[in-house]
């Protein structure tokens, strides 16, 4: 089942000019992946029943064609592979001229919120997502492991705040691009935006923790290491592109 919605590109979504952001990008794919949840009975507004909740384990993100301020996008979603208790789930951004203009990749984790552990894809539950088993976005249908580097540049402290927690208690997904773009040097930063962003979310953060930030640039991507502030515990990897000045 291909699933699709309509967004608008808005004044909040664009980043210098009038091109979208990575960050806005995430947003109308979280929304998505959120609303066809939502209309096979296992989202948001049937969790408190079902006891279930989708956790995201990685993003894998290819700008081909970075839409514009005010246009009116059709993105594509749709469910294209459960093994036990994980999900596949694709992307497909367009714009009004039918250019795709993004493609991408989720991994996500079935939890049992009332327990908080870890359950099982029941076949009653695959079935409603009427599975897309041939359509993937990339040739490779694994979403690769991003690897921490050894060694880094520079680093930076971040305390969580009361704006960076979701509806389920924990850091915004969002917000570890945020983290990540906080931590670049000023002129890596002022390379925005990247077109190829890879998330590897690992452990997951709270209010009040701080973390530590590590920046490193490996194998010509620029990729910051989110860490607890001991740096014993590893939260997220968040990996971009290099860009030509």
């Not at 691009?177 to 390379?191: S, T």
Request: hydrophobic share 35%; proline share 2%.
């Amino acid at each position: 089942m291909i699933y699709q919605e309509k967004f608008k590109v808005g004044l909040k979504d664009v980043w210098k000019g009038k091109e979208v952001s990575n960050k806005a990008i995430l947003e109308y794919l979280e929304d998505i992946a959120a609303y066809h949840s939502d209309s096979v009975g296992y989202g948001i507004d049937t969790s408190d029943t079902t006891h279930l909740t989708w956790l995201l384990l990685d993003w894998k993100v290819k700008v081909i064609k970075r839409p514009q301020y005010g246009q009116t996008l059709t993105i594509h979603t749709w469910s294209r592979e459960i093994v036990k208790c994980y999900a596949y789930r694709d992307f497909e951004i367009y714009d009004e001229n039918h250019n795709l203009c993004v493609i991408a990749s989720s991994k996500w984790l079935l939890v049992n919120n009332q327990i908080g552990k870890i359950a099982k894809v029941e076949q009653e539950m695959a079935d409603k997502y009427e599975l897309e088993w041939d359509k993937c976005v990339f040739q490779e249908k694994e979403i690769e492991k991003i690897k921490a580097p050894e060694n880094y540049k520079s680093s930076i402290i971040y305390e969580i705040k009361r704006k960076d927690i979701d509806v389920i208690g924990h850091m915004h997904n969002l917000y570890y691009l945020d983290l990540a773009y906080e931590a670049l040097p000023e002129e890596i930063y002022n390379q925005r935006p990247f077109d190829e962003i890879r998330i590897m979310y690992k452990k997951e953060i709270k209010l009040g923790n701080n973390v530590v930030c590590q920046y490193a640039y490996v194998e010509n991507k620029h990729v910051v290491a989110i860490k607890s502030e001991d740096e014993k515990t590893l939260h997220a990897i968040v990996e971009l592109n290099s860009c030509e000045l």
